[in-house]
């Protein structure tokens, strides 16, 4: 048997976007021919629209469910999305003005490609340190971090002291240290408002 940290540093695109880097590495390639016909054109035309739906959708999905967006990244999102109207958000996110992709916790609305190593399913630095691109959706995170809660205490139980327990409570800790940040953040921005 291989331990996870072993098997993802091994793999190394174990995460979303390692997999997404792969299954897309057909549209960074310049030299490739496809016909008309071919799905790498509908494929591209669309790309503007996705982004669009994905960073709209998870900002009325968030509002419906009373889910509060956690992140400098999801407070510009929200600036940005709110003044402007669908035609005026789609020509900003085809010029590359503005991002959005899908992640465990939220989004990243990076423009630029990822400067992180994906080597987990969650980006610690990123949600630490409070990325300019994060939007963290609260629910997640709580769900996140329940789920985490239940791993340390049958690790406590069943393998205190090991390598996978010691590393897991890590995780924890860092994910409830990051929770707290994040909530104070935004509690200070509504303040200062």
Known sequence: M??????KAQLQHITDEMRSYYADGWSRA???????????????????????????GALRIAFDEGDELLGLGAQRMEQIVSGR?????????????????????????STEECKTIPLAP????????????????????D??????????????CDEKGSVAQRLEAEHLKRMLLARDRLS?????????A
């Open 2 to 7: 291989v331990s996870l940290p072993a098997l």
């Open 30 to 56: 310049v030299n490739l021919v496809f016909d008309k016909e071919h799905f790498s054109q509908e494929w591209n035309a669309a790309k503007t629209e996705s982004t669009y739906f994905g960073l709209t």
């Open 85 to 109: 109207s669908c035609q005026q958000t789609l020509a900003l996110i085809k010029s590359g003005t503005i991002a959005y992709r899908e992640t465990v916790l939220g989004g990243c609305v």
């Open 122 to 141: 969650i980006n610690f630095e990123c949600v630490e340190s409070n990325c300019a691109n994060l939007v963290v959706r609260s629910n997640r995170l």
């Open 143 to 156: 769900l996140v971090i329940r789920s985490q809660e239940s791993v340390v205490a049958q690790l406590d």
């Open 184 to 192: 104070q953040a935004k509690i200070k921005k509504e303040v200062a």
